[in-house]
């Protein structure tokens, strides 16, 4: 369905994404790795918000570089809901009328994370956490063959990131996960599990296995595969080793460790 080949970006002199390679189907992904490692320029990439990159993206058999619009994929930036300075309420009428979904589907969701008091206000009127629930839901039900979620927990209360990962768990289609987050991932079901440092992609893991994963700068023991991380080379290994992946609650605190 999706299929990025040799995807580089620059920003002027600064490589962000370094000839990756992905194919993604009928599953749930999810990609960990530091501030700075690519993850959201990954995400603009395949959604159109970046175009000045070099390789190809091929989503549903047609390169991105082709196609004016993106049908049936749904992205939870910003961005893409500012283009209209209107009341919450008359965002979801008008976006859910143009891919052709039910209004009362995504108002169902706004209800349930108590998001129903801020359909009067625009998105600049909301508090962070209201606009990453509003944009989530957003990009899920109008990402009706792959949703795109960057940071989908970043802003929210423990009771709506445990919604959400429900939510997505229980979610038919394919989601992407862009996320420096790792606590959250072991209540989704059947997620495969990316890591990405410096612009390059390494993996998968199941995050089914996610209490039992292990980074380690030392090779031996149970290695699924290894991370080449510029200047380091670290392993991602099953049953033992330096940092246990969901104790670290966030992939920058196993960064810490490891390059200490």
Known sequence: ????????????SI?????????????????IGPNGSGKTTLLKSISGLISDFSGDIIYDGQSIKASKNMPGLGINLPDVFRVLDADARVLIKIYAQAVGVEEERIMHDMVRFGLDRAMNRKMREMSE?????????MALHLGYRIALLDEPFESLDQRSKGLLAEIIGDRREPVMIITHE??????IRHLKLFFMFNGKLFGSAPAD??????????????????????????????GSGKVKLSAAGSIDLVSEVLYD
């Open 182 to 187: 790792i606590g959250m991932l072991r209540k």
């Open 15 to 31: 490589q962000v994404l370094d000839r990756l390679n992905m194919e993604i189907g009928d599953e749930k992904i999810a990609i």
């Open 209 to 238: 296995l996610i209490e039992e994963l292990y980074i380690d700068p030392d090779p031996s023991g149970r290695v699924l595969f290894q991370i080449d991380s510029g200047d380091r080379t670290f392993y991602v290994k099953i």
């Open 1 to 12: 369905m999706l299929s990025i080949r040799d995807l580089s970006v620059s920003y002027g």
């Open 129 to 137: 956490g209201q606009k990453k629930i509003f944009c989530n839901i």
